[in-house]
């Protein structure tokens, strides 16, 4: 009874073991990167037989244990036209192996990634024309081989022929690898397209996902299978959902719109120091009219005569000295030109003599004469002789504001137009 117990227990154990098969999954890189693996399966890493796809060109095909490429498999780099067949430990080559590059063939033991170089190791080399030669590892570098050494011939063929069984070994690995992945694609055929094709294809054109019952059906189970989101999706495909515009039309009608709010600020802001602007140049023109007015009604208070002159400078060259020497002139020659007359009592005076090309004027001389009596002023003449006043031009005091280019006479500290400091 006892016996019976213990054969079915081993029964099971046996029964167990070979028919509870390890999941067969496939595991992508990042989104759209390209690196895919597909094959036997442990806790969600790859562990059995399996192959991996890279985005470089390389393809493994072989064991992997707890996600690494340790065991028996078939290493091949399609843009380096190279292949490796044999033994692999945490991604290295280590083992007796097959490498062949270039049409050249190597039948010989690795470790670390390189050929064992170890004294005494032994090795054998194809060419392309499939004849080979034997090699010896001796005082630090491979020599080759010649008839007469007959014991290193023997390791080498005893290398060969390890490194040979591996190979097969590795072929036997490789078939079992390739019918796994075909009975997997058969169930899902989209396993090895690339992530960025199976969004736009099981997604809408406004970014929304295809229905099951659609055409695209395959497509959408892949992107489940993937777990692909609908946001990955579009990220990648540049489309946006209904729901997301729905979602941004509801933000900008709930938010106002900032930039608006600014603009309208910068508006009312610019309108605001514009008018202060405008104020600021009317006060100051005001005042120094009202200035203006003030110094010329109280000359004529004082003065019963005064000088008015106007100044037209032809040539904005010319310094203040030369219309003062010029103004100076003009007054010599209006004085001169003064002359009484007995018979009549009155003064008249002649025009000062000036070229036409010169447009500086002599300054006009105002009389004021004494109240006569409008009934009598055809037959009275008055004997009383007029004081004339006149300023001499050469001592008013000229100053020119560097400001507005005004020209200021008299003592003012200060420009009458603009009122700025005068120099």
């Not at 005893?158 to 590795?170: E, I, K, M, P, Y």
């Not at 006060?283 to 000088?307: C, G, H, R, V």
């Not at 400001?403 to 009122?419: A, S």
Request: aromatic residues 10%; hydrophobic residues 30%.
């Amino acid at each position: 009874m006892r016996y019976f117990k213990v054969s079915t227990i081993l029964l099971i154990f046996l029964f167990y073991n070979n028919y509870a098969l390890p999941e067969v999954i496939s595991i992508y890189d990042q989104p759209n990167e390209g690196d895919i693996f597909i094959g036997e399966s442990k806790e969600g890493l790859p562990n059995g037989l399996g192959i991996f796809y890279s985005v470089d060109g390389l393809k493994y095909f072989g064991e992997l244990l707890n996600g690494e490429f340790t065991g028996l498999a078939k290493l091949i780099d399609i843009d380096k036209n190279y292949t490796f067949m044999g033994r692999f430990y945490k991604g290295k080559k280590s083992g007796y192996g097959v490498e062949e590059a270039n049409g050249e063939k190597i039948y010989a033991r690795y470790s670390n990634d390189q050929l064992l170089d170890s004294s005494g190791h032994c090795m054998r080399v194809y060419d392309s024309q499939n004849n080979f030669d034997d090699f010896c590892y001796r005082n630090n570098n491979w020599k080759k081989l010649g008839i007469l050494n007959l014991s290193d011939k023997k390791k080498a063929k005893q290398t060969f022929d390890r490194a040979s069984d591996t190979r097969n070994q590795v072929n036997i690995k490789t078939y079992e690898v390739k019918k796994i992945e075909r009975e997997y694609l058969k169930k899902y055929p989209h396993t090895r397209v690339d992530t960025l094709t199976i969004c736009q294809r099981a997604t809408t054109l406004n970014g929304n996902w295809e229905s099951y019952e659609s055409k695209f059906n395959e497509y959408r189970y892949e992107a489940n299978k993937r777990n692909l989101s609908i946001d990955v999706c579009n990220s990648l495909t540049g489309r946006i959902s209904n729901s997301k515009i729905s979602d941004i039309v509801q933000n900008s009608s709930a938010s106002p719109n900032q930039a608006a709010i600014l603009i309208i600020f910068a508006v009312l802001g610019s309108i605001f120091f514009a008018v202060l602007y405008l104020n600021r140049r009317d006060t100051p023109y005001t005042s120094s009219a009202n200035l203006e007015t003030n110094e010329i009604a109280s000359n004529k208070l004082n003065d019963n005569f005064s000088i008015k002159s106007k100044l037209t400078a032809s040539d904005s060259t010319k310094t203040r000295e030369d219309l003062s020497k010029e103004w100076g002139k003009a007054t010599k020659l209006k004085k001169s030109s003064i002359v009484k007359d007995n018979k009549t009592n009155t003064v008249t005076t002649k025009k000062s003599k000036f070229d036409d090309s010169d447009e500086l004027k002599a300054p006009s001389i105002i009389r004021e004469k004494s109240d006569q009596d409008s009934r009598k002023k055809q037959s009275i003449k008055t004997k009383q002789s007029k004081i004339i006043k006149i300023e001499d031009i050469s001592e008013i005091k000229t100053k020119v504001c560097s400001y507005c280019e005004t020209e200021n006479t008299g003592d003012k500290t200060n420009c009458i137009i603009c009122l700025k400091p005068l120099a």
